[in-house]
């Protein structure tokens, strides 16, 4: 059975950091794609970044390019997304997911519940 927890989420103020963890099981890790989502209230569920299996290549939103990064142990079976230069509107639920294959492309398969972060001005 595919498990993803995500820890680390919490209040910050705007101009802060905080640094996600998703902790992985059920599947070979280092094969998989790992991704990160969020959705604020009231909005769709967005990509924030992503971490591809095999080659560890990254993706990124326009909106945190150059503020977030995404990185893996694999060792450790966990993804990471450390942030930094938070701002109000990434408040939200941050999501880790496992993709179907090990490249960015491929769709989200399960779901970690999420963890909150939240950013005040």
């Known amino acids: 059975e595919v498990q993803l927890v995500e820890s680390g989420g919490g209040l910050v103020q705007a101009g802060g950091s905080l640094r996600l963890s998703c902790a992985a099981s059920g599947f070979t890790f280092e094969d998989f794609a790992l991704g990160w989502f969020r959705q604020a209230p009231g909005k769709a569920r967005e990509g924030v970044s992503c971490i591809s299996g095999r080659n560890g290549g990254t993706e990124y939103a326009d909106s945190v390019r150059g503020r977030f990064t995404v990185s893996r142990d694999n060792a450790k079976n966990t993804v990471y997304l450390q942030m930094n230069a938070l701002k109000p509107e990434d408040t939200a639920v941050y999501y880790c997911?496992?993709?179907?294959?090990?490249?960015?492309?491929?769709?989200?398969?399960?779901w970690g519940q999420g963890t909150q972060v939240t950013v005040s001005s």
């Open positions: 997911a496992v993709l179907l294959g090990h490249r960015c492309v491929d769709e989200a398969d399960s």
